[in-house]
């Protein structure tokens, strides 16, 4: 492993908001007194109502000594505010000319620049119009748009009347769509006649239709005109947004909500059952998307900011929209794909709008790596003063390039480690104050208390690895399951009682610096994408020809992990390269394309003990071509079955 260090270059360590010696003096503040940080902190956003002193935290965790099952997670418990005039409405004196949303169409030649003042007018008239459709408080809106900035208009809408809005990624499938409108039993549903992606068109009304047969609990379609192309229209059901648009009031007053109101559900994947509607709230939510936004990025009020993420996922959440527009920031959309029309699209965009902070994931840097430096070198990139990973671990090669061929040497890398779960960044370098070393996520931010534990919980000192929990609350943290608070106490809080479990294995050098080594569940994480296996699985049993099916995740030049599904087949069935193609098909039907199986492989039998519990050490080691070290398997009920395995495996 690596052990470079990249110390503060000396320019940046003079500019910025902090450096090493305050981030020391704050992390320590945080953790001894966190009420009193955190009670400061808040002060960044607007209150309609302060929150009092004796309210700021109020946070059980369970574990030994705590009531049974009691896990809460309260922040400005009786404080109020309001999200989208947080990040719209007071900005207006100061900044309503400036631009918030700077969109990039996946045609380079479609872009939009739209000022808070716009942002707040379009945003009002639309919760104006959701309350005309009957939309109240406490209601769950699901939306399913692609890169637009009417995405970022519909978060912003539901956030101003209350309504809790369940963004679902564009690329999944009807099937994707429906569980999870049915799972939060959302009555409206927000999607566009067509996405644009690399050139192609995706049919997402049409998506939508196929699912609410599904889910027939929804009333209400609004239909944003992105493509014009032929879609089918329900009247009395959708309705265009732009007539909803064009006919509001555009005056709306912000909804005063409490801190603990729900702001957003977001599905996302576990290593069991169905993905969990992760439940985040208002006040603490957006005081730790802000602040992580501003001290992460270092963002300044000249910052032309661009996050690469979609909005379907939490980076698009909190860091295009949330954070970077709490903080009067200019945010960038894109709506396409990092290829097209070639690979240098990234590089070209940000010397169109002069972006100085480039945030995205490591399985982007490596297939932009693939196509060789020349096509960066086309590009200026002066502009750029700082950049970010975000999403998996990043391996040094794809570090060193970066840094080198696109950052030209001068700009510092911030490797964010976080999770849907969080809400926010919590392990990362402050580019003004930590020293970088490639491939690591550095240190915690202000109020992370992150600990290292073995398997049966004992936390390690020093110099060790194992699996991190963090020890203690932070105001971004999720709050529930949506409609299943057990669930959440179970996944979360009961492997290490009394601590958050983050499903992640993490290993700490001797500087106390943070090394993430990926899940250490059945969570793969397939170009930055989190998938679960189970889910997988289940998709792929629910084939007519599939008895069995066990999927395991395995190393990955450019998507980092890749999916390899061992099916076994019905008796009678031919396992072919056809059926092959056909059971990757029937999984990008039934999740979407991210889902899809990289490697199958016709199983006869999987491994099992004598009690019949599949044993995903060996699946795991077998997809990862290293048969060798396959240890112990004397518990299995046929060891036949690893021969078999191992002498027709996929990955050689
Ligand atoms: C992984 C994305 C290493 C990790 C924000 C985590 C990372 C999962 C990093 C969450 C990083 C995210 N270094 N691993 N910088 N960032 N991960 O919920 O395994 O989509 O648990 O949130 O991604 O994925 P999620």
Redesign the pocket.
């Known amino acids: 492993m690596s052990q470079d260090i990249y110390p503060v270059p000396a320019g940046f360590a003079a500019g910025a908001r902090i450096d090493a010696s305050g981030y020391e003096a704050a992390y320590r503040r945080s953790l001894e007194d966190p009420a009193g940080f955190w009670a400061e902190a808040g002060r960044r956003l607007d209150w309609i109502t302060p929150y009092s002193p004796d309210a700021v935290k109020d946070v059980s965790f369970g574990g030994p000594g705590a009531a049974s099952g009691d896990v809460h997670i309260r922040w400005f418990h009786d404080g109020t505010l309001n999200v989208a005039a947080n990040c719209l409405d007071r900005h207006l004196g100061p900044r309503g000319d400036k631009v918030a949303i700077l969109w990039e169409g996946d045609n380079p030649a479609d872009s939009r620049a739209i000022t808070y003042r716009q942002l707040h007018a379009e945003v009002s008239r639309f919760a104006n119009a959701l309350l005309a459709l009957g939309v109240q408080k406490g209601d769950r809106v699901t939306i399913y748009l692609p890169m637009i900035p009417e995405a970022a208009v519909a978060m912003l809408a539901c956030a101003r009347i209350g309504a809790i809005h369940s963004i679902v990624f564009g690329g999944f499938s009807p099937d994707s769509l429906a569980g999870r409108i049915v799972d939060c039993g959302s009555k409206i549903v927000i999607t566009a006649d067509e996405g644009l992606r690399a050139g192609k068109t995706v049919p997402l009304k049409a998506n939508t239709d196929k699912a609410l047969d599904q889910a027939p609990g929804v009333e209400t379609v609004v239909v944003v005109r992105r493509t014009g192309g032929k879609i089918g229209f329900q009247e009395g059901r959708d309705h265009w947004y732009h007539d909803l648009i064009a006919k509001a009031d555009p005056v709306n007053e912000p909804a005063p909500q409490n801190a603990e109101d729900p702001l957003f559900i977001l599905y996302?994947s576990g290593s069991t059952g169905k993905p969990k509607g992760v439940l985040h709230t208002t006040g603490g939510y957006l005081v730790y998307a802000a602040m992580t936004h501003e001290y992460v990025f270092d963002v300044r009020d000249d910052d032309i900011y661009w996050c690469t993420a979609d909005v379907g996922?939490?980076?698009g959440h909190s860091y295009i929209v949330y954070g970077p527009l709490a903080n009067g920031a200019t945010t960038l959309m894109f709506e396409g794909v990092p290829t097209y029309p070639d690979a240098s699209r990234f590089w070209q965009v940000i010397d169109k709008y002069g972006v100085t902070i480039f945030y995205t994931a490591p399985t982007a840097i490596r297939s932009l790596m693939r196509e060789g430096e020349a096509l960066v070198k086309t590009t200026s990139r002066a502009s750029l003063r700082l950049l970010g990973?975000?999403?998996?671990?990043?391996n040094p090669e794809a570090w060193a390039w970066y840094h080198k061929v696109v950052g030209d040497e001068r700009c510092p890398i911030v490797?964010?480690?976080?999770?849907?779960?969080t809400g926010g960044i919590l392990i990362t370098p402050l580019p003004g104050a930590i020293a970088l070393k490639p491939g690591s996520?550095t240190l915690p931010f202000f109020g992370i208390a992150p600990q290292v534990v073995d398997a049966e919980g004992k936390v390690l000192e020093g110099a060790t690895e194992g699996n991190l929990v963090i020890a203690d609350s932070w105001p971004g943290q999720m709050r529930s399951v949506y409609g299943d608070h057990e669930r959440f106490v179970q996944t979360y809080f009961s492997t290490y009682p009394g601590k958050y479990f983050?499903?992640?294995g993490c290993r700490r050098d001797e500087d106390g610096y943070y090394w993430?080594t990926?899940?250490v569940d059945d969570?793969i994480?397939v170009s930055?994408?989190?998938m679960g296996t189970a889910e997988v699985e289940s998709a792929l049993v629910a084939h007519p020809k599939v008895a069995e099916a066990a999927v395991v995740g395995y190393p990955h030049d450019l998507k980092g992990q890749g999916i390899y599904a061992y099916v076994t087949l019905n008796a009678g069935e031919d396992p072919t390269d056809a059926l092959k193609k056909d059971l990757v098909a029937w999984v990008r039907r039934e999740i979407g394309p991210i889902a899809s199986p990289d490697l199958i492989q016709f199983a006869p039998g999987l491994p099992k003990t004598r009690s019949g519990k599949i044993m995903r050490r060996i699946l795991r080691k077998i997809a990862e071509n290293e048969f060798g070290a396959l240890g112990d398997t004397s518990t299995l009920a046929d060891p036949g079955v690893v021969t078999d395995l191992i002498e027709n495996r996929q990955n050689r």
């Not at 990973?389 to 990043?394: D, F, L, M, Q, T």
């Not at 490797?415 to 779960?421: I, V």
């Open positions: 996302t996922w939490v980076t990973s975000v999403g998996e671990p990043i490797d964010t480690w976080w999770q849907t779960e996520a983050t499903g992640d993430i990926g899940r969570v994480n930055g994408h989190r």
